[in-house]
Each structure stands twice: as structure tokens, then as C-alpha cells.
């Protein structure tokens, strides 16, 4: 019988509800691919992976059409039949050795997708495909013949393209280092792992099942890495770390300093951060039970200071205007050149930057948020060491980047410490006793329910004291302090108002807020809020507030419609208290979202999804980029928004929330300040 | 007035004799380029790198039809001017400011011809193309501007498309290093090495001349490096050395049992050979006054046992049957990853194989000698350790491999050393007396014009007294005993032969030939031909005889037109030698060429022709490769030429040269040798 004359039969797939007619003998696992549903597939129909399961719905559907209620599928043979019951499901199928053979309905359970969707907890709780560039298939490879002279790679090849239609291929001199003996254990028989569909990363004899990634955020503060399940797009494990270059310099214009102040300041600036990476690498492996020649690819995001000391490129030029870039695109380079202890033939992605001062992070938390999708107008805020700030309307986008400072995580603030168990993230001051509470990572108690001391039973008493304060803490007692009317717009804390955790020096002129006592310290010794601290915070907000501020002006935008906040502010911030704060323009409480660690969130996307590198790469040249650090406008907004929140902008979401303004005038510092906070 | 309307002249280019009309105004170099013929330009025409001057053939050509005997190029400008008598050549032009006005002549000399032709000394002295795939352009990138975010390999991928029309380029991470400081130094003028025309190895800021490539042979005995510049193709230094795998096995299967018998047996071979490549790296480029970071390619061809090693891959497979290949292909990998000191970015290019047991150093020996090119029968032999032989004619090609041993590279043979100074490589035996006569390598007077002792005057003494001998010398003393009557055919000393030089046991069973006294001996004892010399040249010289037999058989050949003997023997071998020995079947001898380390031209052809890679694939692949080991034609033909010259071919051009043959069996014990030598 020729291929024309086949009979045609009806074939629907559930849940997607496609739908088609298929040529007679098709396999389940074919005919759903030629209608456009991927079943997982990592053997190739020899019935070894058992990934390809689906489930034959019987009975008559003669509303799709389906009018047989007799089987329609082959029969199952005794391979399938043993394999089922192993499986503990007898009454299902292998696509792959399933033939359609009359209409049929059948139901492909999610774990039997490819390109699987996994949920990733975020504002909108979006899902991301998995279509990942790392890909492990099955193949027999034909045994070497006297006289044939193709040698094991030719043979490799061919059996890759016959098998599995791959063509092209190029192979890492570690794989083909494996391959001679990976044929010689599995009997002709491998598992290679490829890299975009075109380079052998790895073979392994016989039937193996495991390629794992690692999406990693390298922030100039901290640095936090994912482990992924490169097929099923699982979380496995993740791990964060400071980034030991803090101790060359805390912010981005001290370590690029730190570069070009000695000889070797980049490569111990480099060195330090590749050591943190395999160190991360190490412990998120371990956490997953894995070894790192496990992990395939490793996708890295950062501000651009931080990905051209990651790639050993000096940031000097980042320190100067016109603050060019060495490289604006992508780039995928052996893990192995950077120094990363990952498999040997691993490939590093590092995604776009959008110019000089924004960065691949930016990009990673557009690829995750998408405010380009809506068309409502959106500030997207990540907070780290530097600030980038995206406006996005419908149709356009505006980027900025503002100096920030460590201050938003812990940094530059006499008790500030990153979010760990311990900080405080949560503060509430009373506004009649304007005596505080707080509550710290670890403890899902607030401070007030605490028993402490040597009578109090151990259950009643906090898993971990007061260690310090982080960047939602920070943001919460500095807008509380606000509320309470302990301090004044201007910053400085009120002299008329009394509380029991304000301390006044003798001359009534200089203050400090105990949050914590030193009972509740993790030190033995109070843990306080100083005038300084919230100077420091005052420059950082004032900064953000007025990158945002200049990119509406730019935009020509007056109201914003949401507010995204990403970033490691401990874990999430609370929009009333960065309202307050004047953190952010006005915009309704409830569209304030806090998203944590957005640009990490991106970094996967990008890991497990190809086609959002693309993505990313056509955003990053998108991004129209204003340059604060040369624009009028950006200083006059700065200083007025030194004030708490802001000295003239109305907040009409804070109407009956704020106290009311006592006349004070912009702090006497802040002019030498605002220079060195603008680079 | 727009470019179709512009007039066109007449121009002519000599010494290609190419001409044609070209549009009034064009540049001389540009108008060439469209006539085919490529003046150098390294500077795209800024006046620069002064490689593409010309001379002006002033008069009139009227049978050539040039009739205006009017200056007819664009008048030179100052710079030009400036320029020319700095060279002092005020008469000549630059060709990328000349511009043609009228009909002219125009002779480009060879220095300013880009593909320049260097002439490779050998049996056919065939000219070699310069077409590296290394090459190096100047180029001016724009200025980085605030508000521009292309990033500086942005730019200057936009400067490298404008000023040279080079597209989808990447850049290696070591140049991207590089990339800003050389901005920056060359303020915004860079010189861009590229490889293969898409892949940028270097960047060094200004115009910057001098890229250089080596081509090496790494034999299982010797390595030879050839440094070249890939520019004008010259060769500027070279360099040999012994490989330092012979310490841990002579021939290919001891070296392949070595990485079988121990854990770390690869690592040590593979190490071995990497440091000798790097010391050879070091000294070809001292010798010619450069720097490792000059070098951007390095051409590679062995056999395939040295480049499995290599490459760091176990060359378990080719120990047995069905000697299969992990790569038969040509390969380009980051040097680096090979533990190759040259430039960070350099490329490693390693030419294909054949077979399993014929190597990249075969391809490059028929690269260099390219006898498919010819209409008669060649018989091609690559004498090493193993000996690769090709026998081709009008559109085929046949391949075999013999494994030889090391006698013929001094191995195996008691006095043996390689060709070095004071290794003896050339031997008379006078018929008369019976008595040898010597030349070694580094002294012309034959060892019978030296003068010894304390009386002779210091310039009759030879600067080298006797160290060993090498592969020539093995072959022309044991041609010439036979000659002399010394040697009965089976390969015995003959008991009836009467010699001062043949000592004789006491029974006169076994004798041993002195062919340097003591007095001529540089380690003062005399140095001897044992019968167990001549029995190891005996199973080499029958392992290589039968390869081309056996070749010949499959072939249906029964005469050779040409034999092209290729290897490390010495310097050169002389063909009656080789003939009056048995090492090749009978061929007239003014037909017999010995060509040197053809397979070290070969890479060095690659190394200089990027066109010449392609070639080489073709062929690897054309060639129709036969078994030796399971052959049992082999096995007779070997047994039959363990006699000297062959126990039954005729060697009708040998006529009249050989001593009559005495009736003799074949030596008793070599049955049992030739299992040994056929692996």
C-alpha cells in the first residue's frame, strides 16, 4: 500500500483539544507532533525512556466525530505491556509503539509534555514554556567495520541525523574526548547531550537522563543562584552568598576604581566573584544531590560592571562618560574560559545589556515582568547597589539607571545587613506608645509576642534574635518613623515628639531610634536607627524617585498605572511603606507589586526557554535609554525628593496616610551629597 | 555625473598580462581587484601600510592598446609624495590613491601582490599560494557617544562592515578583553586580526603588521615545527626535536599499550607532547625575534595514534581491529584548550585522516606532492615509524599503512640515532678492499679525507667525528655490504667474503661490520652493524616492500612510473640505495625522488593556503584505504621481501648492479618476527 492510499483517521488531543486527520500505522507519538503537540520523546520510540505515556479514552464522542467505540489503537506488544505494569499503569500507552488505527480520542497528561510549562510565583503568576537549549536524546550508533573509515564522531553524526534529524553538528573536544569509551560501556549505545540543537556537549553510554542549569544573578551586593532541571523546568535547589567583592569597594564606581587604582584590581575582582560562583555552583548541586558535570549550561545576569569583571573585561570605561559598553549582545562562551567548574564543555549565557549603566539584570526582569506585553503604563523598579528603572507604555519603553548606593540593602546603614535569618524586614512603630515591633527572617512571630530571657519556655522564645536590619526593614522604619510623627519630611528626627525609643543627645539636637533592645539583639547591644542611617536613605530614594520621575517626564506620563518592585529587599516590600516613603511616585496601593528577585526569575526564563534569549535580545535594543547622570532635570528632582516623600508632587493614594507637613527645608548637606550620589 | 555615465579606460596589469575597462576615477586597487588581480592592502587605503605600491610603465603601448603616452593616473598628493620618498621609490605609486584617468600600464610587483607565491623546494619545486585564513585589516571605529549604546565590538563590528565588508563576525573573549585598551591607546585606529574572515582572535591598537603561524609534524619519533609568516608566506625559523613519548614506547603500539596499562597513561603522553610543542613554540619564535602572542595558528599533522594523543583522546581503538577513528575529520579548536602556549586566541587546525592507521600526516604528504594531479602511476611512501603508502594513477588513489618500526628513524639499530649532527648518513663500501667510507651530517669531507689525531692541522679535522647513524645511512651501509658481497641476500654475512671491517665470531657464525673505528668514533669505540641491525632493517624494509606490493595487486599495477619518498630519513635518500635494498619495488632511478619531510610541507601548505584545507578533505576522503594487517597477500609478500631486494620480483633497473644471488633459504626465525611486526 503506498503512502497516498493510506485511510485516514481522526485524531484529538486532550487537553489542548487539537485536532486532525492522520494516515493509518502513524504512531501516537508522530501523529500528535504533525498536529503540533510535542510528547516528551528521549529515546526515540525504543520504548527505554518511558516518558511518552498517554491515556486512550474510550467510548463513542460523536460530537468530535468520533463514532467507534472499538479499539483504535495497535495492540500493545509485550514490551509495552511488561514496561506499563512496571510502571503501575497498565491501562495506559507508549505513544511511541501505539499505531493509530481507527479514531481516536486520547489525553496527553502534563508529565508526558514536552515543553512543559512550570509556574513561576510572581505578580502576574506567569508560566514559562520549557524549551531549553540543552537537550539529551538517545542514539545507536552503527559499530565501526574494517574498511569503513568514518570514524566513531562520522558515525555519531549519522546515526544523530538519521535518528533524530540533527545536522551540522559541531562537538567539543571534551565529548569527543568521552566518546570512544561511552560506545565501547553502552554497547553502541548513548546519550548525547547537545547544546542548541547543534553542538555535542556530551556522551554517556546507554540511556541516561539528567542535564541541569544553573540561572545565577550576580548583583554587586549579593549574588543568588537556581538550580534547574534542564527537562522538566523544576527548581531543585538555590543558594545565595555575598559577593566577595564588596570588600574591594561597596558600590559599582568604587570597584571600577578599584580596577584601574592597581594592576591586578580586575583580575582579584574577577577572581573573587568566579570563586563565589563555583563555590554557589558546589552548593546547589549538593543541596540536588547532583555533581556539577551534571550541569550543562549556566546563565548569568548582572549590571553591566558586574558581567565585564565576570568576564574578566575591565569596567573602566563604565566609569566615564560616554560610559561605553565593550559588548552590548549576548554573548555564549565555554563556562570553562571563565574559570566555572561546571562540565567541562558547558556553556556560559550572559544575556544583553541595554547601554552603559543598564544591564543584563534589567533585561532578565523585563524578560520575566513583560510590562511590554500591557499597555497600561508601568514603572518597573529594580532595587539593588544601582537602580534601573523602565517605564513602558503602550508601544515604548524608557530606561534609566540611578546610583542608589548600597543603603536598600543594608548597606551604608550602622545595623543594615543583607536578608538572612535574623534581619528585620517587618517594622511597625505604635502611634500612640511610638514604641516599635518588628519581625525577623526566621521567626514568624513579631517582636512584641517574644518571651525572652532564662524563665521563658523554649517555644515561647524567637528561633533567632535581632541580627540587623535589611532593605525592607530599612524602608518600613524609616516610613513608620514618618507615620508616627517622630520624624519630620525633611528627615531629621522631630525634637517635639516624645517616645520612649528616641534617645536625644544633651543638646536635644541629635537623635537615634532604638528598633531593637539589647535584649531582643542578637549582639547583647541595642540595635539602633541613626541620623545618618536615615540620611542615607534618603539619598538612595531620592535617586530612584527621581530617575522615575524623569523618565515620565520624558514619556510625557503624569499617573502611573502599576508599580513593579523587584529586587532583594529581604523578600518582599510593602507598597504602602515605599509609598510613604517616596520611594516611588504616586500610584494606587493595591497595582504596588513587589516582586522579588524579578531579574533571577529572568535568568531562568532565559535558561529554560531559547526562544525568550531572542526575546531578550530584540527588548534590550528596544529600550530607549535616558542618561541621568547629565540631565537638569534629574538633579532639580533629586533634591526635592530628599524630602519624605517628595517636597512638591501630590500623592492622592496617601490622602489620610501621611501626617501633615510640617515646613522644613531641604537638609543643608545635601547639595555636596546629591554630587557624589549622581557619579 | 553618475556611475554609468563615467567614460571608461583601458587598464592593463603586468606580469599577469590581465586587462580590461575600467570607470574613470576608480583607484588603481579597486579597478585590480575587479580585474582579478589582488594588490596587498593591509590598510584599506589610508595610506598606511605602503604594501600595495606599483610602478607606472610610462609611453605608449599601441599593439596593447594604449595610445596615450599622457599621464594618466590622478596626480600623487603630499602625503603621498612624503611617503614614497621615505621608501625611496619617488618613481612608484600607491595604488589605493591612484586613480585611473586615462588608458594605462601598470606592473604590480611581486612584494605588493597579496596571495604571494613562495616556492617549496622539491621533487617538482611547486609554488605555494598565500591564502592564510589568518588575516590582519586596520580599522578606524567610531567614537563612543552618550545616547549610542552600540558598545565598542558593536562598533567596531560596523567599522569592520563598512571599511571591509566583513559580516556575522564574533570575537574571541581574549580579544574582547583586549578590545577597549586598544581603543583607547590607538585612539579609536586598531589593527583586527581575523580568522577564517568571521572570528576575531586580536586587537592591538594602531596599525600593527605581524601575524605568524606554525606548521608542525609531529612524527612518533621526531617533531618538526616550521615557523612561517602569514603575510608573505616566508619561513622564518624551524626547529626539531624528539618526541619524548619514545621514552615510554619506540613504536605506536607500545605507546598505545603505555596509555592501556595505567590510569594516568594518556595524561603522560599527552603532557609529554604538549611541552615538547610548547619548547619548540618557544624556539622557532626566539629564533626569528618574535613573541608567543604573535602566533594566531598552528597547523598540526601526525599519524593518527599522535593526534588521538594530542588531542587528548585515548588511542585505545587503533590497537585493535577495527582500528577505529573518534574523528577522521579536520578539526579547528582553541589552542588553548590543548595546553598550547601561543597567542590566547590562537587556532589549531588539524589536518583529516584517512583510516584508521593513515594519518593527518599522510593527507599533508599528498598535499604537498599532490600525485593525483598526475596521470602516472605513483607510488608515494611516507617513511616513520609507521610507513604510509599511497599508490595512485589517473583518478585513484590507494592508501595502505606498514608498520616499519623505528629502525629507519635509528630505532631498533645499535648504533641508531636520529638525523643530527655527527649521525652518519651516507656509506660507500669500495669493492676492492672492502673497506667503508663515511659522510656525517654537519661535515662534507667523507671519513676518508679526515685527518685525526694531535698532529693533523685543526682545519683538517671534521667538526664532527662519528655519534651513530641515522636513517639514511642504515640504508645505503646495508645496500652497499650487499653490493660489496659482505651480504648474502637472506641478509646473512657472508661466511666466504673476506673484510678488515667484518669481524667474525669464533666459530665464524655470526659477525658484526665496523663502519667507524674507534679513532673516527666520538664516543672512541668503534661503531658496528650487527646481524641483528641488519635483521630489524631486513622486517622494516619487508613491512614497507609488501605495503606496496600489496597496493599494487589491488590496483591491478604491475610497474611503477614514479616513486616520491617522503620522511625524516637524514636529509635525503638515495634511490639506488633504496632500490638495491628491497625498500621499494623496481622503478627507474632517475624516477625516484626523495623529497624530504614532505608531510611537514604539507602542514606548512595548510598552514599558508586556506583553499589547501578543503583540498586536503577532498582527498582524505577520495583515497580508498586497504587493511595490511588481515591481508594474506600481505603476509607473502612480507616473508618473500625479508630477502634483499625480494626473493622473486625482478628488478630489471637494477640490472647489472646486483651481485649474483646465492641460492639461500629465508632466514629461519622470520616467521615468527612476522607476527610481531604485522601487529
Redesign the interface.
Known sequence: MTEERKPLHTLILMPSGRRGRVPHGITVLEAARQLGVEIESICGGRQTCQKCRVRVENGRFDKLGITSAEASLSPRDEKEIALLEKLGTPEMRLSCNARVEGDVLITVPEESRAHKQIIRKSANERAIEVIPTVRQVYVEVDE???????????RLQDALTEQWQLEDLS?D?HA??A???AL?QGKRAVTVTLWDGRRVLDVQPGYREGAYGLAVDVGSTTIAAYLCDLRTGELLSSASAMNPQVSYGEDLMSRISFTTSRRDGLEILHTAVIGALNDLIGETVRQAGLRRRQVYEIVLVGNTTMTHIL????P??LGG?????????SMD?PAR?LGLRLNPAANAHILP????HVGADNVAVLLAEQPYLQDEIILTVDVGTNAEIVLSGEGWLYSASSPTGPAFEGGQISAGMRAAPGAIERVRIDPQSKQPRFRVIGEERWSDEWQLGLEAPPEAQPKHLAAGICGSGIIEVVAELLLSGLLLPDGRFNPAAESPALQWDAERRKAAFILATAEQSASGKPLLITQEDIRNIQLAKAALYAGAKLLMMRAGVERLDRVILAGAFGSYIDPKHALVLGLIPDCALEQIHAVGNAAGDGARIALLNRERRAEATTIARRVR?I?TA?DPDFQEQFVLAMHIPHKSDPFPHLKGVLPKESPSPVPRNTRRRRRAATR
Chains 1, 2 share one sequence.
Open positions: 565501526a567495520q574494517l574498511g569503513e573509515h568514518r570514524g566513531d564522531w562520522g562537538i573536544l569527543l574526548r566518546l570512544q569509551p565501547r568576564l574578566g573585561i575591565n573602566e570605561e562618560a560616554p560610559f561605553a559598553l565593550a559588548n552590548r549582545d562562551i574560559d545589556a541595554e547601554a552603559g535609554y542618561e547629565v
